[in-house]
């Protein structure tokens, strides 16, 4: 069966056609399958359906550590009018940062208000179609190392030698100056590119305290996410918890065998995972929990035995994974590696970073369009690096001595002005088209191919239909920036099933439930007209 669509016409504002937003959208729970592959697959709790996550990041690394919520602003905000262009666009997950600095400023005690405005945005997030990922994030740990992360209450380092006390890399001399918050200032972490401070002495000292529990600060973290499970365990739009974003592997100057990523992720971070899991599986036992290797393991398989809390919580977790050119390097053989070691675990996999589209480079030279169709081959859901810029500088912050931004901070890797035109509310229209791909993201069944070609704009989806889900498979067509003119839906076999197409939305369902098989296998492509 063959449709023929014709576009919907829309100005490229951020007033968004009423075609495209739907706000009040009842979402399922997001739980795992385990398919005939050895796959751990999202699917709705309720219908069953397979579902795959395209979306951004969003996380403010400095004061005061969350997006803004009453204005829209084109760097820090999340509001409704970003909600509505992330939905036109397709995008139905958000990686929201939750800092435990933002949510435990004083240690045992727990800043409430940052809680509702976190929650406020789930919520106005759900409104739309859009899944919430809670991600603890780091860079380098802590401003004392030039990064963020933990709380300074947290940062526990061992006694060293004068020479090695301080931050910067054990070449340079220790910090000279200390801002009026005690932490070092940009001006001194400005000498060195944020991740060298990595290999840093007392960096590495204060990850080790934090996985082997020194003065408590594994307890405290425990603490932090029993606090974060409390609030949101009953709002099932909250996909996960991430349990910390690119793990350092501990000292590795007093055991350099933690150099090797396995022998980190088995040693290290594996006993910290099973004492978080046990916590927040203490509040919600059915929260999907996501936990991350460290950054060097291209192509090493993962050092974990089990998931997080042991194997019988497989079912329960989900590997989350980043791919940048370096340290990653070849993009299919790097997801294999990644879906071999989730396979090995049992557990769910996701790809929760990697490098953003951008507004100059052609579509199929851009590294996110290469990566984002590897990602389809491999059926994987994805959230790109950032949405925006999330920090705002002044020409006073740019001279002060703080690491912090006049609204977050900008100095460990941060997003771009990439959705909207500079200094506008007009989209931006290459970086839309890119982020805007054509995919499935809901499925009636086992999905075992998806494809979407950016030049031609063809797209293609086989799946095994289940007879036991009524809802349909619903896939996600751009009208604005990849089909200007429509699009041409051909379903196989047409005698069996139909689509229809609402807004830029495409649902295929069997014309009769009761003469469909288990199993059969379905088809659905979409070209531009």
Partial sequence: MQLFIAAWSCAVVLVLCNSYVHANQSLERITLKLTADGNRRFVEATSGREVILHGVNAIVKGVPYIPTIDRWDQDISLTVKDFQTLQLLGLNVIRLGVMWPGLEPVRGEYNITYLDQLEWIVRRAADFGIYTLLDMHQDVLSEAFCGEGIPGWAVVVKDLSDSKKFAAPKSAEPYTAVA????????????????????????????????????????????????????????????????????????????????????????????????????????DSQALIFFAAVTWDDPIPVGFTSAPGGVEFADRSVFAYHFYEPPQFTNELYFRQRLNDAKRLSVGSMLTEFERANGEDAIDADPFT?????????????????????????????????????????????????????????????????????????????????SFDALSKRFELHWQQDANIASPTIVYVDTLFNYPHGVKVTVTPAHLFRAIQQGNRIAISPLEMSSIRHGSLVQIVVDAV
Avoid: H
């Fill in 180 to 283: 009026s918050d005690g932490f070092p200032t940009r001006q001194d972490c400005n000498q060195f590119n944020w991740p060298s401070y990595y290999s840093t002495y007392a960096a590495s000292s204060a990850f080790e305290s934090l996985y082997t529990n020194e003065n408590g600060v594994l307890d405290a973290w425990a603490g932090f996410w029993s606090t974060v499970a409390t609030r949101f365990r009953s709002l099932p739009s909250v996909l996960g918890y991430e349990l910390i974003n690119e793990p350092w592997a501990g000292d590795v100057f007093e055991d350099p065998k933690l150099l090797v990523p396995s022998v980190a992720d088995r040693t290290r971070l594996q006993p910290a995972y099973d004492r978080l899991a046990s916590a927040i599986r203490s509040i």
């Fill in 370 to 450: 290469k990566t984002a169709a590897v990602a389809d081959e491999f059926l994987q859901s994805w959230a790109m690096w950032e949405m925006k810029t999330f920090c705002k500088e002044s020409e006073e912050s740019l001279v002060s001595d703080s690491q912090q931004a006049v609204y977050g901070s900008c100095k460990t890797g941060y997003g771009s002005r990439l959705i909207w035109k500079e200094d506008s509310e007009e989209l931006n229209p290459l970086p839309c088209e890119k982020l805007a791909r054509t995919y499935a993201q809901f499925t009636a069944g086992n999905a075992t191919k998806m």
